[in-house]
């Protein structure tokens, strides 16, 4: 390809963690019956007033911090003035660029295919959300629910060069609300959607001058990330196509929708008729001083991320690169994996079985970590087991997925199987001879040299042990009374 792609992202994440919505005291939350979670306010009555939600401010604020942005010292609101049915007020409550959003200037590192990227975050705003329609066979109707649920809206510069960059930072975002407690940031919830900006240019043309930068087509509200990733790679075909044909340079700047139906992007308006939103500062909202001892005690409190227990679980608990990736993916498994530390399991043990059985199981029966039975602390007497030799690793995966669903204790399923493996090495060593006893042909077969008869000896102790025989012992046994003979 002769040309660079240059992709801009508008991310809408939904602040979940908050009791009540950003200026009213319903609460945060749309997933019920519609129009239960509404105070007037949310519904534009005359005379009511916006109250800011500090819980809002301050999960702002730390977001702001991650990303390394500038705070401001002084907090205030913008109007943004448009109609839409699902806009009682007829303006959204939200803050614009030029003086002082919640977060400026910042940038994040992250990783996409196993390289470190860098993207400049423009700005990071806090505004509220707008109501929904939904829709019957008979006509629309209006919910409320999701009228001023807090939403946090942040823009990058154009600092993505592929959908693979774009989504991996996507994907970094949502862990970093996740494990900050910010948000849920599940898409599937509605509660992530993204504007996305692509354009094409020369290669080797300098990017960072903007003057150079191809015509920018913006795609508005993408819900998935999966579709970010699609909707990027046909927008940069549809673009490539057009220089192509020649008809590149007649393309005005426009805003497109995507189509999850067709896979397409739709043509939804040009920048010459752009809306004018007529912004102007919201007077029922008061100026609010953010004072550096609340910054400074957010700041310090900032919460463990992903990144940085990665680097504890490798470092400090010798985990491979590879798997201490998966258990940071999500926070709840983290969080499982250290409750199990906490509990005393030999962190390479512990995480074995998390990333292999535990994930396996859940990725098979289609749950995730909050659906099961099994606690940390059934994990980790479970490893004790067979640390222990008290079970065998293959009688574990057995008990493991009887835990999984029935919130049984290892123990007491154990004892209930009658499963004990035998360690008692008195005992292994006389059934060892009593085999040896049996199979007098064998012993010469073996003095002849045939080694490997010793795992058919072995076989025999655990057959007549029913299995029960720890293994480890019932070889080490055999092959030293054999030797005695
Ligand atoms: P607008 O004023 O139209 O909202 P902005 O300059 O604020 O445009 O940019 C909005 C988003 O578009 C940002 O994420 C920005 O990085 C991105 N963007 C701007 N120019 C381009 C371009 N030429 N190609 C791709 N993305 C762009
Ligand atoms: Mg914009």
């Not at 940031?185 to 001058?209: F, P, T």
């Not at 007649?250 to 920048?271: F, P």
Request: charged share 30%.
């Amino acid at each position: 390809m002769n040309y660079d792609v240059l992709i801009g992202l508008e991310m809408h994440c939904e602040i979940s963690e908050t009791n009540t919505k950003v200026f009213s005291g319903a609460r945060n939350s749309f997933t019920e019956n519609s129009n239960t979670n509404i105070r007037p306010v949310d519904m534009a009555f005359p005379g009511t007033l916006p109250v800011v939600n500090k819980e809002a401010v301050k999960k702002s604020l730390m977001a702001s911090m991650i990303l390394g942005c500038e705070q401001p010292e002084y907090l205030y609101f913008e109007r943004k003035n448009y109609y839409y049915p699902d806009l009682p007020k007829g303006f959204q409550i939200t803050q614009e660029t030029k003086p002082a959003p919640i977060g400026s200037y910042g940038k994040l590192v992250y990783e996409c295919n196993g390289e470190e990227k860098t993207v400049r975050i423009n700005n990071l705003h806090l505004e509220e959300d707008a109501a929904s329609s939904d829709h019957y066979p008979s006509g629309s109707r209006i919910n409320y629910n999701r009228a001023g649920v807090p939403l946090l809206e942040l823009v990058t510069e154009p600092d993505f060069h592929s959908a693979d960059e774009a989504v991996a930072f996507l994907e970094t975002m949502r862990s970093i609300y996740q494990y900050a407690g910010i948000s849920e940031a599940d898409s599937k919830k509605g509660q992530v959607r993204c504007d996305v900006n692509v354009s094409i240019m020369e290669k080797g043309v300098d990017a960072s001058d903007p003057n150079n930068w191809g015509t920018k087509v913006e795609i508005k509200n993408v819900n998935s990330f999966g579709g970010v990733k699609d909707a990027i790679n046909y927008e940069i075909q549809r673009q490539l196509d057009l220089k192509e044909d020649g008809k590149y340079d007649e393309m005005e700047q426009q805003t497109r929708r995507w189509d999850e139906e067709s896979g397409t992007t739709i043509y939804m308006r040009s920048k010459v008729d752009a809306i004018d939103y007529k912004y102007f500062v919201e007077p029922n909202i008061p100026k609010l001083k953010l004072s550096k001892k609340w910054l400074d005690e957010i700041r310090n409190n900032l919460p463990r991320l992903a990144s940085e227990r990665k680097e504890t679980y490798i470092n400090e608990y010798g985990i491979s690169n590879y798997d201490a990736t998966i258990l940071v993916k999500e926070k709840p498994v983290a969080e499982f994996f250290e409750e199990c530390i906490d509990l005393g399991a030999n962190p390479k043990s512990a995480s074995n079985w998390i990333t292999t059985n535990l994930l396996g199981s859940l990725n098979k029966l289609d749950l995730t970590i909050n659906d099961i039975k099994l606690t940390p602390s059934m994990l980790v007497s479970l490893i004790k087991l067979v640390d222990n030799k008290e079970i065998s690793s293959k009688q574990a995966k057995e008990v493991f997925a009887e835990c999984l669903t029935s919130g049984k204790e290892p123990k007491d399923i154990v004892e209930e199987k009658g499963m004990k493996q035998m360690s008692d090495e008195g005992e292994i060593v006389r059934i060892a001879n009593e085999v040896l006893d049996e199979n007098p042909d064998v012993i010469v077969q073996y003095k002849n040299g045939r080694n490997n008869v010793v795992d058919y000896l072995v076989g025999q102790i655990m057959k007549k042990t029913r299995g029960t025989a720890n293994p480890s012992i019932a070889r080490s046994t055999m092959a030293s009374e054999i030797e005695k003979r």
